[in-house]
C-alpha cells in the first residue's frame, strides 16, 4: 500500500508565499514521475507542474514563473514553492505519482490534498 501526504497548506496574503511538501510512503520499488495538480471550488482539478525522476520539470502557463517544483529522491519527497501567491491560486492542492511497486507493476497514486487559500 502506498501513501501520497500532503501539507503546507494555509491561509496567505496575496503576494505571499507557500511551500508544499507531499511524501510517499509504503512498498516503494521507485518513484517516476511526481505532480502537483488544483482544484479550485466549482472546477476541474488541472495540472500544474510535475518532475521527472532525473529533474525534468513542466509547468502550467498560469504559474510559471511563480511555483517551482522540485523533489528528494532519497526520501520520496516532492515539494512546491508557491510565490507570488494571487486569489486565484486558492484551491486544493493534491501531490500525485507514477509509482513502481516492483520493477514491473505501475500504478499512479494520490493525495488527500492541502488547502491553499489567498486572501486579504
Known amino acids: 500500500q502506498v501513501q501520497l501526504v500532503e501539507s503546507g497548506g494555509g491561509l496567505v496574503q496575496p503576494g505571499g508565499s507557500l511551500r508544499l511538501s507531499c511524501a510517499a510512503s509504503?512498498?516503494?520499488?521507485?518513484?517516476?514521475?511526481m505532480s502537483w495538480y488544483r482544484q479550485a471550488p466549482g472546477k476541474q482539478r488541472e495540472f500544474v507542474a510535475t518532475?521527472?525522476?532525473?529533474?525534468?520539470?513542466n509547468y502550467a502557463d498560469s504559474v510559471k514563473g511563480r511555483f517551482t517544483i522540485s523533489r528528494d529522491n532519497a526520501k520520496k519527497m516532492v515539494y512546491l514553492q508557491i510565490n507570488s501567491l494571487k486569489p486565484e491560486d486558492t484551491a486544493v492542492y493534491y501531490c500525485?505519482?507514477?509509482?513502481?511497486?516492483?520493477?514491473?507493476?505501475?500504478?499512479?497514486?494520490w493525495g488527500q490534498g492541502t488547502q491553499v487559500t489567498v486572501s486579504s
Open positions: 500525485n505519482a507514477d509509482v513502481l511497486l516492483t520493477a514491473w507493476r505501475r500504478l499512479n497514486y
Open positions: 509504503g512498498s516503494i520499488y521507485s518513484i517516476n514521475d
Open positions: 518532475v521527472t525522476r532525473s529533474d525534468s520539470t
